[in-house]
């Protein structure tokens, strides 16, 4: 599934050529993906200007002055930018058309989303998707003290607590297992426990293995390819996510996988205690 760096790196490709650009026209090969599209959408978009994009946490947000477009990319969606002559392939379901260009989004196991928020039903932070996200890991106030304080009394996991989603938004599996490993410590251990100086250590390591995964386009173990039509090559340096029973970089000890809420979890009995 694309993860923050992932939505990150798309929302990067596709602003020059969305951003201040009128939209001509809205094309729909199905009724819907994960929910239905919204039926009136080529009227409520064709002939309005998009003024911006954003991101929260998964989630792309292409902005009108009179409301928001939210895209989901799901476990498999990726958007191109195309010329308009461009064939459809298939599972090519949604197409926004925008100046000379046509930003279409393909998605072959429509878990996606493409949803509408109206201006007037107030900030797109509050759609029902968004309001009980939590912080941006890569924003000034997501810090040690803040993650220390909220975590006082969550006795479940500290991996788990950070794909939850509600504390720290945008962690997703793979980062949040390159993350503890980079902070040594044990996925394993309830939050509560940690010390506020492991927490600083895990601030750092979440923020620089998020700021390294965008720089590398992000990670394209399956579906998941840029704008570009290129691949992200961030899992070519992973040191522990997808390498059980490989020698750990830092020590050579193996890296296991355990299971946690149905997540592979890797991490290596030595470095992260």
Not at 14 to 37: D, I, K, N
Not at 88 to 114: C, I, Q, T, Y
Not at 185 to 205: F, G
Not at 263 to 271: E, G, L
């Amino acid at each position: 599934m694309p993860e923050l760096p992932e939505i990150e790196v798309t929302r990067r490709g596709v602003a020059p050529y969305l951003e201040g650009q009128l939209v001509t026209g809205v094309t729909l090969r199905r009724s819907g993906l994960r929910w239905p599209f919204p039926p009136d959408l080529a009227q409520r978009l064709t002939g309005r200007r998009i003024a911006k994009t954003g991101r929260r946490g998964k989630y792309l947000l292409i902005g009108f002055e009179h409301g928001t477009l939210i895209v989901h990319l799901g476990m498999s969606g990726h958007l191109r930018i195309l010329p308009p002559d461009a064939v459809p392939k298939p599972h090519d379901h949604f197409d926004l058309s925008v100046g000379a260009n046509v930003m279409r989004m393909n998605d072959p196991r429509r878990f996606g989303a493409v949803l509408w928020h109206d201006a007037a039903d107030g900030l797109v932070d509050e759609h029902i998707l968004l309001r009980s996200l939590g912080i941006e890991p890569l924003e000034e106030l997501f810090n040690a003290r803040f993650l220390h304080k909220l975590t006082r009394n969550r006795s479940a996991a500290i991996k788990q607590v950070l794909l939850a989603g509600d504390i720290v938004v945008g962690v997703g599996n793979i980062y949040a297992s390159e993350s503890l490993f980079k902070a040594g410590i044990n996925p394993k251990t309830p939050a509560s426990r940690i010390s506020l100086a492991r927490y600083e250590k895990l601030v750092a390591a979440i923020r620089e293995t998020l700021a390294a995964a965008i720089e590398q386009g992000g990670s394209s173990l399956r579906d998941f390819i840029g704008v570009n039509g290129q691949s992200g090559y961030f899992q070519q340096n992973y040191f522990v996510y997808d390498r059980s029973g490989e020698p750990c970089r830092v020590c050579g000890a193996l890296v296991r996988q355990i299971k946690q809420g149905q997540r592979s979890t890797f991490y290596c009995v030595a470095c992260q205690r």
